[in-house]
């Protein structure tokens, strides 16, 4: 996600027929067969899940987890889904809640809610889930949806669906990796999964899918059918009045659906450009399929496996450095997974570096990559000063959950400022060739898993250890 501080459709084949399949992964992963329907009067998502659950670890597991991440916008909620600062941004018409209701697990002994924040679905299996097994649960469920410009909501002019499903959690070398929402930063450590979709809407609305699929019309509805392999998410943009520009480039399928972009053509050229220079400096991208939308959010914009969406709200000259950064995030979120709530320098801060770097490429933009880091270095230092003013010192650790963060401007200057200066004074030290090198085994080795920090620096030949080291534990001097 990027933070900044203070086609037209008249067939019934809306995409084609290729699913979404990425490079690398595990050997064994969750399924999840999904159908829902929103019905716009209700403002609700109505849906029914099948998940088949492999065990590839070396224990025998007792019961499964899931993140409730709609549970984050109900009334009462003790991590809120967007800040203070945000908020006004995102609650258009006032403060409104949403969440989700599990109302039936069939094929497991029972369930419940449970978590810091009412944030994790619990299901005690019936039997142990042996190593090299797999188990299917079915469940019915509700999200009602809040009225907000944000990741999940019914927004001003565009429906967002992210994150509406239970997602289980990712494993830990201690169990379950359960993570509370955060207003700051994303909260989501997800791994690879295969989708089977199928959502129904009236027929007056188009989804923006990173999926391809076939979109059948009966009775005044669209059920839009899709399937995904190997992906972190599947995410849904509905809108009656989206446009789409489409394109294709290397094999890849390009689309930039829009509403209100007076100029579409510099947010297309931005993705394909910024896809393209990825691919050449980190390698390949792995989707068949690369979508950015312009919708409803509070800031700049937010990823999702072979689609991003962007603010409509950014002013014109801001649309270049968004796309690049959330394009980025093809690679550093999509492709090469992370801890994004213990450590989310190592996603957002490899983002913002890479749309530097993408901006020193294509000067057309209007920017520079010394403009990027000179940004960066004066608000990290100016960050700096106030917080060692008012309170004597400053935590200027990397490695740390979102929720020690007292808010936006703390999380943008250690994850993204200080994240760009570290990565900047690696290249110095290690030179270009082995400091990108160094990213193109990061991609080659870590497609499809969750990479911890040191399996990002370990990538690195040279002498760069330390250098990670007194930036991530705070102690160097910028």
Known sequence: MRKFLACAVGAIVLFGSAGLTACGGASARTSYDIRAEYLPEEGKLKAEMTVTVPNPGETALESLSFELWP????????????????????????????????????GAAGFGVSGED????????????YPDEETTIAMTFEVT???????????E??????????????????????????????????????YTVA???????????????????????????????????????????????????????????????????????????????????????AYPRYVVVETDFPYGGMEYTGLSMISSSLVAKDVPAVVAHETAHQWWYAMVGSNQFENAWQDEGLAEYSAALFLGAYP????????????????????????????????TTMNRPLTSYSGDYEYRNIAYDKGVILLDRVRLV???????????????????????????????????????????EGKCVI
């Open 145 to 155: 949806l809040a009225k907000i410009n944000h990741r999940l909501g019914i927004g």
């Open 118 to 129: 009412e944030n994790i679905l619990s299901v005690t299996l019936s039997e142990p889930l």
């Open 71 to 106: 549970n984050a916008y109900r009334e009462g909620a003790k991590y809120a889904p967007v800040s203070d600062l945000y908020a006004p941004a995102a609650y258009y018409a006032g403060k409104s809640y949403g969440g989700i209701t599990v109302s039936s697990v069939e």
């Open 430 to 472: 290690l030179g270009d060739r082995k400091f990108f090198s160094g990213l193109k085994n990061y991609v080659s080795s870590y497609s499809g898993r969750i990479a911890s920090p040191e399996d990002f620096i370990s990538c690195f030949s040279g002498n760069a250890e330390e250098l990670f080291r007194s930036f991530t």
């Open 157 to 194: 002019h565009n429906v967002n669906l992210a994150g509406f499903y239970p997602v289980l959690c990712a494993r830990g070398q201690s169990g379950w990796l359960e993570y509370v929402y955060s207003p700051s930063g994303d909260p989501f450590v997800s791994e690879c999964a295969d």
């Open 364 to 395: 057309e933009y209007g920017d520079t990559y010394e403009n990027c880091i000179k940004r960066s270095e004066e608000g990290f230092r100016a960050f700096f000063s106030v917080r060692s003013q008012l309170s004597g010192e400053a935590d």
């Open 199 to 285: 959502l129904t809407v009236p027929e007056d609305y188009k989804i923006a899918c990173a999926c391809a699929g076939e979109a059948m019309l009966s009775g005044g509805k669209k059920t839009f059918r899709a399937n995904a392999e190997n992906v972190r998410d599947i995410a849904f943009v509905l809108g009656k009045e989206l446009n789409c520009l489409k394109d294709e480039a290397d094999g890849v399928t390009l689309e930039y659906w829009y509403r209100g972009d007076k100029a579409p053509e510099t947010a297309f050229k931005a993705a394909k450009d910024s896809l393209a220079y990825f691919s050449r400096t980190f390698g390949g991208y």
